[in-house]
């Protein structure tokens, strides 16, 4: 996953003085899964934006159905207006 160098740097900060930790104990696997929630938390109202004004919006249970690249397009095709 990629963060914005801004969004990384605010979740390092935050990371540090929430768990108190120095820079040299921070366990790299224990920061990432923290910052993931809150880039999830962050981006969802972005995408949902992008969602809302430029795409289309698909329900998990059509989109579990996909099997193949056909399947994909064929859901695609009947999602657009």
């Known amino acids: 996953m990629a963060y914005r160098p801004d969004f990384l740097l605010d979740a390092w900060t935050a990371y540090l003085v929430e768990t108190g ?9 224990a920061f990432i ?3 993931y929630a809150r880039a999830m938390a962050h981006r969802q109202p ?3 934006a992008m969602a809302r004004n430029w795409g289309i919006t698909i ?10 690249e056909d399947d994909f397009v064929d ?7």
């Open 21 to 29: 930790l120095s820079e040299a104990n921070v366990d790299p696997d």
């Open 33 to 35: 899964r923290w910052t």
């Open 46 to 48: 972005l995408y949902e």
């Open 59 to 68: 329900d998990a249970a059509d989109m579990e159905k996909v099997r193949s």
């Open 75 to 81: 859901l695609i095709a009947r999602t657009l207006p």
